[in-house]
């Protein structure tokens, strides 16, 4: 029988990398504490994932207890120039995301074996994300004084009609009781939508009929996708156009910097796992069957990328918090009051 030197290289090359249509895995009692991920171009291989090894899980550590470090001094300075309450509670409950975030994220990288767990951890982040949109309008209407406030203010003016924020549709129209109140309720309505879209997720993964990134229509995740997508963005446009009809009256409490962080912390990292999720359903990212020798569902590795960046992140939110909503403010007011 005749065997081509291509044939050789070709028969060798396949001992470790296996090309078939329906992938033949090995048994579970032959990968112990292996890693094993489906690559681009559909091959099947033993390979290491920096998601699991020690040095990610420092490093996103490192990120992590130096935001929790910077956040909690700052909730700490914040309680010991407790002097406006009504503004302070809800700076420090905006504050607490950073450690949420944080340790959720860090967390679900740990445990990114463990099939879908961080799918029940995120869960809880979501939840907060909610209770943090709530509080930091609360906050913005406290700094006006109200609802009556702000309207006395703005009552009557028109709104600047512009295609590049948003509001060339608005042409004619000026501000009024009911566009506050859409503004309003257009934000709420995330805080809702959210919680109930995180238990949602927690039943379909226990049916198995959730995977990140999986477009299916028999899955949950379209349409978790879809439904998120419309809501994450009627709530930052809502804020966006609060934020230009009262953009004069909260310059005093340098609401630029506050805005921006609260929608990078939210509303982009949402669409940025969002777009992990796709990269692994396009084969961008490696898809892993087997993380240490334990069986992972489609849509773990985007998952794990993003809760390493999110650790990352974590600690610049943490720094632009500290500035955002500085304590210096509530320390002079600490100061002026006799002793």
Same mark, same amino acid.
Request: charged letters at 15%; one cysteine or more; hydrophobic letters at 45%.
């Given at each position: 029988?005749?065997?081509?030197?291509?044939?050789?290289?070709?028969?060798?090359?396949?001992?470790?990398?296996?090309?078939?249509?329906?992938?033949?895995?090995?048994?579970?009692?032959?990968?112990?504490?292996?890693?094993?991920?489906?690559?681009?171009?559909?091959?099947?291989?033993?390979?290491?994932?920096?998601?699991?090894?020690?040095?990610?899980?420092?490093?996103? =550590?490192?990120?992590?207890?130096?935001?929790?470090?910077?956040?909690?001094?700052?909730?700490?300075?914040?309680?010991?120039?407790?002097?406006?309450?009504?503004?302070?509670?809800?700076?420090?409950?905006?504050?607490?995301?950073?450690?949420?975030?944080?340790?959720?994220?860090?967390?679900?990288?740990?445990?990114?074996?463990?099939?879908?767990?961080?799918?029940?951890?995120?869960?809880?982040?979501?939840?907060?994300?909610?209770?943090?949109?709530?509080?930091?309008?609360?906050?913005?209407?406290?700094?006006?004084? =109200?609802?009556?406030?702000?309207?006395?203010?703005?009552?009557?003016?028109?709104?600047?009609?512009?295609?590049?924020? =948003?509001?060339?549709?608005?042409?004619?129209?000026?501000?009024?009781?009911?566009?506050?109140?859409?503004?309003?309720?257009?934000?709420?309505?995330?805080?809702?939508?959210?919680?109930?879209?995180?238990?949602?997720?927690?039943?379909?993964?226990?049916?198995?009929?959730?995977?990140?990134?999986?477009?299916?229509?028999?899955?949950?995740?379209?349409?978790?996708?879809?439904?998120?997508?419309?809501?994450?963005?009627?709530?930052?446009?809502?804020?966006?156009?609060?934020?230009?009809?009262?953009?004069?009256?909260?310059?005093?409490?340098?609401?630029?910097?506050?805005?921006?962080?609260?929608?990078?912390?939210?509303?982009?990292?949402?669409?940025?796992?969002?777009?992990?999720?796709?990269?692994?359903?396009?084969?961008?990212?490696?898809?892993?069957?087997?993380?240490?020798?334990?069986?992972?569902?489609?849509?773990?590795?985007?998952?794990?990328?993003?809760?390493?960046?999110?650790?990352?992140?974590?600690?610049?939110?943490?720094?632009?918090?500290?500035?955002?909503?500085?304590?210096?403010?509530?320390?002079?007011?600490?100061?002026?009051?006799? =002793?």
């Amino acid at each position: 029988m005749n065997i081509s030197l291509e044939d050789m290289d070709s028969s060798a090359e396949n001992n470790s990398i296996v090309h078939l249509a329906a992938p033949i895995l090995p048994e579970k009692s032959d990968i112990s504490n292996m890693t094993i991920i489906r690559t681009s171009n559909g091959s099947i291989i033993e390979d290491q994932m920096f998601l699991n090894t020690v040095a990610a899980q420092a490093l996103s =550590g490192i990120f992590v207890w130096s935001a929790l470090l910077i956040t909690c001094h700052q909730i700490y300075t914040h309680l010991r120039s407790y002097t406006v309450p009504n503004e302070q509670r809800y700076i420090i409950r905006i504050l607490f995301i950073v450690p949420i975030y944080a340790f959720d994220s860090w967390l679900s990288l740990l445990f990114i074996s463990n099939d879908q767990y961080y799918v029940y951890f995120d869960s809880v982040r979501d939840c907060y994300e909610a209770f943090v949109i709530y509080n930091f309008l609360s906050l913005s209407f406290e700094y006006l004084g =109200g609802e009556s406030a702000i309207m006395s203010e703005i009552r009557g003016k028109p709104i600047q009609s512009s295609c590049l924020h =948003g509001t060339c549709c608005l042409v004619g129209m000026s501000y009024s009781i009911g566009f506050l109140r859409f503004c309003k309720q257009a934000t709420l309505q995330f805080c809702v939508v959210k919680p109930i879209m995180a238990v949602i997720t927690i039943i379909l993964q226990a049916f198995g009929k959730y995977h990140d990134g999986d477009f299916n229509i028999n899955g949950g995740y379209l349409y978790i996708t879809i439904i998120y997508n419309f809501s994450v963005s009627l709530a930052l446009y809502a804020l966006f156009l609060f934020f230009l009809a009262t953009s004069d009256l909260l310059r005093p409490y340098e609401p630029v910097l506050k805005f921006l962080t609260i929608k990078s912390v939210i509303f982009l990292s949402f669409w940025q796992g969002m777009v992990l999720a796709i990269l692994e359903r396009c084969s961008v990212i490696p898809n892993a069957l087997f993380i240490d020798g334990q069986e992972v569902g489609a849509g773990t590795v985007a998952a794990g990328w993003q809760n390493f960046i999110t650790c990352i992140e974590m600690f610049f939110a943490a720094i632009a918090l500290r500035y955002a909503f500085t304590c210096t403010v509530y320390q002079e007011k600490k100061n002026e009051v006799p =002793g």
